[in-house]
């Protein structure tokens, strides 16, 4: 299987919430990170976590991490329709090298 | 600052001809990335780049694909010759810090 599996597609309402999952299986990726990519467009680095932290909040996103799952959530908050886009969860893995691998990305659809 | 920039943005050929795309990272980033991103999928890393030396090109399909980093700052990504299942876009990136890495807007191959 993928080393990082995420849900293919998520729809969501303008102004709700909306949660990305993800699973890894490296239990000792070092950080973890979630990138945003629109149509066309390359990866932008919405944000990261230490796998120290069980917590991460940054104005609209929330990232939760458990470690012991090895499960990672982005929460972006009051969802916009400029929030529509592929969000891949990347984690780095244990060996010192920073070499993200990227999970296949979950498709936001944010509608009115 | 200028961000990691890639060029061409779009590519057709026809299949047996040779491309080649080119990367020119952020200012200062020692570290370079190409990534190949099929249809639907993640990126994939193809070769990272210290400096100019090729540290980590176990997923570059030697047969066809070559890359170069002269000078240890531009980089360019050759298929010779390409074939219809190389149709993707090629994502550039690049790092300094080992915690994120940005990424161009990548050039968009289509073989027919």
């Known amino acids: 299987g993928e080393d990082v599996e995420q849900s293919l597609f998520l729809s969501v309402r303008e102004g709700d919430s909306s949660v990305i999952n993800c699973t890894y299986t490296?239990?000792?990726?070092?950080?973890l990170y979630w990138y945003k990519q629109e149509p066309g467009a390359g990866l932008q680095l919405l944000t990261y976590?230490?796998?120290?932290?069980d917590m991460k909040q940054d104005q609209r996103l929330t990232v939760l991490l458990n470690k012991k799952d090895k499960h990672l959530s982005l929460r972006i908050a009051d969802t916009q329709t400029g929030d529509s886009a592929i969000y891949f969860c990347?984690?780095?893995?244990?060996?010192?090298?920073?070499?993200?691998?990227f999970g296949r990305g979950t498709s936001l659809i944010v509608h009115p | 600052e200028a961000g990691v920039v890639q060029s061409p943005r779009y590519k057709i050929i026809e299949k047996k001809q040779p491309v080649a795309f080119w990367c020119n990272p952020i200012?200062?980033?020692?570290?370079l990335y190409w990534y190949r991103q099929n249809l639907g999928q993640g990126p994939e890393l193809l070769i990272r780049?210290?400096?100019?030396?090729?540290?980590?090109d176990s997923q570059l399909p030697k047969d066809r694909f070559s890359a170069e980093r002269l000078k240890g700052v531009d980089s360019t990504l050759k298929i010779q010759p390409a074939e219809l299942g190389d149709s993707a876009v090629y994502l550039c990136?690049?790092?300094?810090?080992?915690?994120?890495?940005?990424f161009g807007q990548g050039t968009r191959l289509t073989v027919v």
């Open positions: 990136a690049s790092s300094h810090r080992e915690t994120e890495a940005f």
């Open positions: 780049y210290e400096n100019e030396e090729a540290v980590d």
């Open positions: 990347a984690e780095r893995k244990s060996g010192g090298s920073y070499i993200p691998t």
């Open positions: 200012s200062g980033h020692n570290t």
């Open positions: 976590i230490f796998s120290n932290m």
């Open positions: 490296d239990s000792s990726s070092t950080y």
